[in-house]
Structure formats: C-alpha cells, structure tokens
Nanobody, 124 residues
C-alpha cells in the first residue's frame, strides 16, 4: 500500500515562501516519478512540477518556472516543493502524486497514487 502525506501548507503574504513536503511510504522514490499538482476552487487540477529519482531530471509548469523548486531526499523518501515569490494566484490545494518510472508526464490521470493535499493560501 502506497501512502503519500503532504505537509507545509499555510497562509502567507504575497512575495513570501513556503516549503511543502511529501513523505512516501510503501514505495521508494528510486522507483517512482514524483509530481506536484494543485487545484484551486472551481478549477481543474493542474500540473506544477515533476522529478525523477536522484534529482537527475525535473520539469516545471510555466507558472512555476523560476519561482518553485522540486527536490527529493531518497534517504527520507521525501519530495519537497520550495515555493518562492508566491502570488495570490498560487492559492490552491497542493497534491503530491507518484507513478512508476517513465517519461515525464504532466497529466494527472497518469499518476496512480495521491496524497490528501495541503492548503496554500497567498494573501495580497
């Protein structure tokens, strides 16, 4: 049984930073493609970033480039999303997702495992 548990969300002012964490159990990062998605009220879930094991490959949504950084710690089986220069439009529930190794994918349905989500609210 694979479990993903996110943490680190909260309320922050525009321009501030947050670091989200996703701890995986039942599946090692070395065997998974790990992604972050987000979903704002009334909107579809959208891709944010993805990482290959060992950090040897990352890919970001255009909205995240230059502001967000995805990283992984295999020893802790944890993936992080460092978010800087946050904007009100970044407000959403952020989800961690995992899938078997393969090509990068930004499609939510390609990921078979999901966390419960963590709320990020950016005030103006």
């Amino acid at each position: 049984q694979v479990q993903l548990v996110e943490s680190g969300g909260g309320l922050v002012q525009a321009g501030g930073s947050l670091r989200l964490s996703c701890v995986a159990s039942g599946r090692t990062l070395s065997r998974s493609l790990m992604g972050w998605f987000r979903q704002a009220p009334g909107k579809e879930r959208e891709f944010v970033a993805v990482i290959r094991p060992g950090g040897d490959g990352t890919y970001y949504a255009q909205s995240a480039k230059g502001r967000f950084t995805i990283s992984g710690d295999s020893a802790k089986n944890t993936v992080y999303l460092q978010m800087n220069s946050l904007k009100p439009e970044d407000t959403a529930v952020y989800y961690c997702a995992a899938r078997s190794l393969g090509l990068f994918t930004t499609v939510a349905n390609d990921y078979g495992y999901w966390g419960q989500g963590t709320q990020v609210t950016v005030s103006s």
